[in-house]
T-cell receptor
Framework: QKEVEQNSGPLSVPEGAIASLNCTYS??????FFWYRQYSGKSPELIMS??SNGDKEDGRFTAQLNKASQYVSLLIRDSQPSDSATYLC????WGGGADGLTFGKGTHLIIQP | EPEVTQTPSHQVTQMGQEVILRCVPI?????FYWYRQILGQKVEFLVS????????KSEIFDDQFSVERPDGSNFTLKIRSTKLEDSAMYFC???????????????FGQGTRLTVV
């Protein structure tokens, strides 16, 4: 059974610092990975997706994937109070159809002004 | 900006009753999904739907659940006989293509909070 594991936190980071969020997954078949942000009581919102080993940067966000270690991370540079939210890691195994995402429980991030 | 819309935002129902949760996916999207999130827990995949049929379903999606695309715009989730443990936030999502494609994103609706009493 696929599992995606995250430290639930809370992770407290000072404003302007780098926030580092980590995720591990159990299923070696997983091929695509996604980071979602979820504010309390709201729906998940996609931050980044990553498919290949290495780093992928988009603005203040960098996703890192290491398939050998089954590890995904998200770095948020210049953290802002508005980044305070729960960050969900999700994995996808390609089954050829409309595959569903397997989510972790999320890491609660608090950016301290 | 196009968005996935869900109605109602909050539904309260008595145990044993049938409920239908409604979703209008983004108009040019072809792949549709239902997820649920029990309070304080992780988002869980229920079912995906493509080309007018179920593509994949999880263990949660048992015979009490069904999905339907009754017309060209709506996508519904029916729970036949609700149980207390069905209380959760239910999210509908849609995507233009399969999520395996680079740049393909699943857009989530704002959710329907189902409370079974």
């Amino acid at each position: 059974q696929k599992e995606v594991e995250q430290n639930s936190g809370p992770l407290s980071v000072p404003e302007g610092a780098i926030a580092s969020l980590n995720c591990t997954y159990s299923d070696r078949v997983s091929q695509s990975f996604f980071w979602y942000r979820q504010y309390s009581g709201k729906s998940p919102e996609l931050i980044m997706s990553i498919y290949s080993n290495g780093d992928k940067e988009d603005g203040r966000f960098t996703a890192q994937l290491n398939k050998a270690s089954q590890y995904v991370s998200l770095l948020i540079r210049d953290s802002q109070p508005s980044d305070s939210a729960t960050y969900l890691c999700a994995a996808l195994s390609w089954g050829g159809g409309a595959d569903g995402l397997t989510f972790g429980k999320g890491t609660h991030l608090i950016i301290q002004p | 900006e196009p968005e996935v819309t869900q109605t109602p935002s909050h539904q309260v129902t008595q145990m044993g009753q049938e409920v239908i949760l409604r979703c209008v996916p983004i108009s040019n999207h072809l792949y549709f999904y239902w997820y649920r999130q029990i309070l304080g827990q992780k988002v869980e995949f229920l079912v995906s739907f493509y080309n007018n049929e179920i593509s994949e379903k999880s263990e949660i999606f048992d015979d009490q659940f069904s999905v339907e695309r009754p017309d060209g715009s709506n996508f519904t989730l029916k729970i036949r006989s609700t149980k207390l443990e069905d209380s959760a936030m239910y999210f509908c999502a849609s995507s233009e293509g399969p999520l395996t494609g680079a740049g393909t994103e699943a857009f989530f609706g704002q959710g329907t909070r189902l409370t079974v009493v």
